[in-house]
T-cell receptor, first 115, second 108 residues
Framework: NAGVTQTPKFQVLKTGQSMTLQCAQDMNHEYMSWYRQDPGMGLRLIHYSVGAGITDQGEVPNGYNVSRSTTEDFPLRLLSAAPSQTSVYFC??????????????FGPGTRLTVL | KNEVEQSPQNLTAQEGEFITINCSYSVGISALHWLQQHPGGGIVSLFMLSSGKKKHGRLIATINIQEKHSSLHITASHPRDSAVYICAVRYNFNKFYFGSGTKLNVKP
């Protein structure tokens, strides 16, 4: 199993550009989520999904869109990038959306810089 | 307002020392997770707990639900334990709050 994969690892955008951060998992996990990590702050939940076709907002959803058409993939879209979206983005997944005791598996992260 | 507070923010220890990292939270939770973030950025899950105590090798995690407090202990610390340790609380089953992390440096 590859676990949770993210592409790209690094990306530089200009203000106003759009892009999609890719996330995929091969563990048949129901729950997938996107976080951003900024210096001096904890990880913050952007969006999450509890299954194909089901998504919901987290703590900081503005400026980001998600969709979940398959169990495996959970892309994060930036429609019009802003410097405030410069961050490291992590995707994570866990097996069961109901149980609180599921381990979260994290992707390697994408470092995004918006100029 | 930070729903999860960790202390200390930075910790330097000599190899072999006993280490404690603390986590306090302010919301009702279904579980608390301890994570380790390696210097290269990768994040792995160490523990999930909602009561009592768990042990894995030299790592011990405890939680007191009434006091909304958890501790992560490392016994006989080693330079390879150097990392950022993150406390996360799961609430409403599907959402997480994270602490800002404790950066641990263990010197040989």
């Amino acid at each position: 199993n590859a676990g949770v994969t993210q592409t790209p690892k690094f990306q530089v955008l200009k203000t106003g550009q759009s892009m999609t951060l890719q996330c995929a998992q091969d563990m048949n996990h129901e729950y997938m989520s996107w976080y951003r990590q900024d210096p001096g702050m904890g990880l913050r939940l952007i969006h999450y999904s509890v299954g194909a076709g089901i998504t919901d907002q987290g703590e900081v959803p503005n400026g980001y869109n998600v969709s979940r058409s398959t169990t495996e993939d959970f892309p994060l879209r930036l429609l019009s990038a802003a410097p405030s979206q410069t961050s490291v983005y992590f995707c994570a997944s866990s097996y069961d959306r109901v149980s609180a005791y599921n381990e979260q598996f994290f992707g390697p992260g994408t470092r995004l810089t918006v100029l | 307002k930070n729903e999860v507070e960790q202390s200390p923010q930075n910790l330097t220890a000599q190899e072999g020392e006993f280490i404690t990292i603390n986590c306090s939270y302010s919301v009702g939770i279904s579980a608390l997770h301890w994570l380790q973030q390696h210097p290269g950025g990768g994040i792995v899950s160490l523990f999930m707990l909602s009561s009592g105590k768990k042990k894995h090798g030299r790592l011990i995690a405890t939680i007191n639900i009434q006091e909304k407090h958890s501790s992560l202990h490392i016994t006989a610390s080693h330079p390879r334990d150097s990392a950022v340790y993150i406390c996360a609380v799961r609430y409403n089953f599907n959402k997480f709050y994270f602490g800002s992390g404790t950066k641990l440096n263990v010197k040989p």
